[in-house]
């Protein structure tokens, strides 16, 4: 079955600490893998893509096949990235349906 | 952008009886939207998914004579809570891809609507 990991439900950190919320995903096939945000109070929206190797707001993400993970990096870490962030995981290309795991709240303190 | 709009932002029922929440795509067209389903601090979890002219396609331990599913035009689907229970409460999100333009994996989510069941 396929299925999206997020191990950490909470990561706190300092403003300027550089940041990696984990994600691994089990799947057979080719799968297409994203990274939601969703800031307080408002709707979940799309952060990145693997596909388009894409930097957004300074995080990057790396599809690593032979370890099944796609972890969100950034840098240097602001308090406006404080935000539940959803790694999700469409099983083709398409408008097909999104597997979304747990999230990981990432609190940036000053 | 994209908007997708929903109604209810909120709603409080008393058990027993049916709740109907529109979702809409306001500036594009859609002939799928998807219904995910919220629990507090947990993630969203892909209740159905609502095809514009046919049949909803249900996750397997959904109910679907209890989330009753409509997708009447390109730019509206609903979801009604048929005989709701306490159990029924969450916070139920939509989400739509664009018929045309933009990448073909965008989705667009609705804010969500909270429904009480008392």
């Known amino acids: 079955a396929q299925r999206v990991t997020q191990p950490e439900k909470l990561l706190s950190v300092f403003k300027g600490a550089p940041v990696e919320l984990k994600c691994n995903y089990s799947y057979s096939g080719s799968p297409e893998l994203f990274w939601y945000v969703q800031y307080s109070r408002q709707r979940l929206q799309l952060l990145l893509r693997?596909?388009s190797r894409e930097s957004i707001k300074g995080f990057t993400a790396d599809l690593n096949k032979g370890e099944t993970s796609f972890h969100l990096k950034k840098p240097f870490a602001q308090e406006e990235d404080s935000a539940m962030y959803y790694c999700?995981?469409?099983?083709?290309?398409?408008?097909?349906?999104?597997?979304f795991g747990a999230g990981t709240r990432l609190a940036v303190h000053p | 952008g994209a908007v997708v709009s929903q109604h209810p932002s909120w709603v409080i029922c008393k058990s027993g009886t049916s709740v109907k929440i529109e979702c809409r795509s306001l500036d594009f067209q859609a002939t799928t939207m998807f219904w995910y389903r919220q629990f507090p601090k947990q993630s969203l979890m892909l209740m159905a998914t609502s095809n514009e002219g046919s049949k909803a396609t249900y996750e397997q331990g959904v109910e679907k004579d209890k989330f009753l599913i409509n997708h009447a035009s390109l730019t509206l689907s609903t979801l009604t809570v048929t005989s709701a229970h306490p159990e029924d409460s969450s916070f139920y999100i939509c989400?739509?891809?664009?018929?045309?333009?933009?990448?073909?994996?965008?989705?667009?989510f609705g804010p969500g609507t909270r429904l009480t069941v008392l």
């Open positions: 989400s739509a891809p664009p018929l045309a333009g933009g990448p073909t994996d965008t989705q667009y």
């Open positions: 693997h596909i």
């Open positions: 999700a995981l469409t099983l083709s290309g398409g408008y097909n349906k999104l597997i």
